[in-house]
């Protein structure tokens, strides 16, 4: 089945710089690439997904770059803001089909004031 | 429009209690999906239902049950807690060939 490594568990930053978290997966079938956050106590939510067919996304402050030869992807976070401190998950899947997310481990975003 | 709704939001059990928590969707998803999330271990995928009436497990899938008599309700059952299912349950459902999964708030879960 498919296993997912996210790198690193913790990542401190200063406000204003960017933070960058790494993934890589086992699976080349695995096509959807969803990163999520989660606050405490709080559901995951969905905060920018790319599919194997573009190497990169972006959303305002936040992108996602893919490798599908290497299998690893990132999120990257520009300009952090406290509202930025949480934990983020990424995940991987066939995308349309039944199965279920493989998560990594997470990653506790600090953000330094 | 609820989205995703979970019952209970909490719950403490004795080691070999039973019980049911109850995952329901009001956006006419096919594909229902049951994740409990550990500290350290993101979330792990228990059990899933791509329709009424079917079930399939996941990577985790041993001390639980699962049922999905109707297409907007997915259970998942424990016939005998264990301590080691302590933990916080979500669920989760998406459209049919669709990418997005939406999730529940959860069910935390204490087994004592």
Same mark, same amino acid.
């Given at each position: 089945?498919?296993?997912?490594? %996210?790198?690193?568990?913790?990542?401190?930053?200063?406000?204003g710089?960017?933070?960058?978290?790494?993934?890589?997966?086992?699976?080349?079938?695995?096509? !959807?690439?969803?990163?999520?956050?989660?606050?405490?106590?709080k559901?995951? %939510?969905?905060?920018?997904?790319?599919?194997?067919?573009?190497?990169?996304?972006?959303? %305002?402050?936040?992108?996602?770059?893919?490798?599908?030869t290497?299998?690893?992807?990132?999120?990257?976070?520009?300009?952090?803001?406290?509202?930025?401190?949480?934990?983020?998950?990424?995940?991987?899947?066939?995308?349309?089909?039944?199965?279920?997310?493989?998560?990594?481990?997470?990653?506790?975003?600090?953000?330094?004031? | 429009?609820?989205?995703?709704?979970?019952?209970?939001?909490?719950?403490?059990?004795?080691?070999?209690?039973?019980?049911t928590?109850?995952?329901?969707?009001?956006?006419?998803?096919?594909?229902?999906?049951? !994740?409990?999330?550990?500290?350290?271990?993101?979330?792990?995928?228990?059990?899933?239902?791509?329709?009424?009436?079917?079930?399939?497990?996941?990577?985790?899938?041993?001390?639980?049950?699962?049922?999905?008599?109707?297409?907007?309700?997915?259970?998942?059952?424990?016939?005998?807690?264990?301590?080691?299912?302590?933990?916080?349950?979500?669920?989760?459902?998406?459209?049919?060939?669709?990418?997005?999964?939406?999730?529940?708030?959860?069910?935390?879960?204490t087994?004592?």
């Open positions: 089945g498919e296993n997912v490594e %996210q790198h690193p568990s913790t990542l401190s930053v200063q406000e710089d960017s933070a960058v978290i790494k993934c890589t997966y086992s699976d080349s079938a695995s096509n !959807y690439f969803p990163w999520y956050k989660q606050e405490l106590g559901r995951p %939510q969905l905060i920018i997904d790319i599919r194997s067919n573009v190497g990169e996304k972006k959303d %305002q402050r936040i992108a996602v770059t893919l490798n599908k290497a299998k690893h992807f990132s999120l990257h976070i520009t300009e952090t803001q406290p509202e930025d401190s949480a934990v983020y998950f990424c995940a991987a899947s066939l995308g349309g089909g039944a199965d279920g997310l493989t998560f990594g481990k997470g990653t506790h975003l600090i953000i330094q004031p | 429009n609820a989205g995703v709704t979970q019952t209970p939001k909490f719950r403490v059990l004795k080691t070999g209690q039973s019980m928590l109850l995952c329901a969707q009001d956006m006419n998803h096919e594909y229902m999906y049951w !994740y409990r999330q550990d500290p350290g271990m993101g979330l792990r995928l228990i059990h899933y239902s791509v329709g009424e009436g079917t079930t399939a497990k996941g990577e985790v899938p041993d001390g639980y049950n699962v049922s999905r008599l109707k297409k907007q309700n997915f259970l998942l059952g424990l016939e005998s807690a264990a301590p080691s299912q302590t933990s916080v349950y979500f669920c989760a459902s998406k459209l049919a060939g669709g990418d997005e999964q939406f999730f529940g708030p959860g069910t935390r879960l087994v004592l």
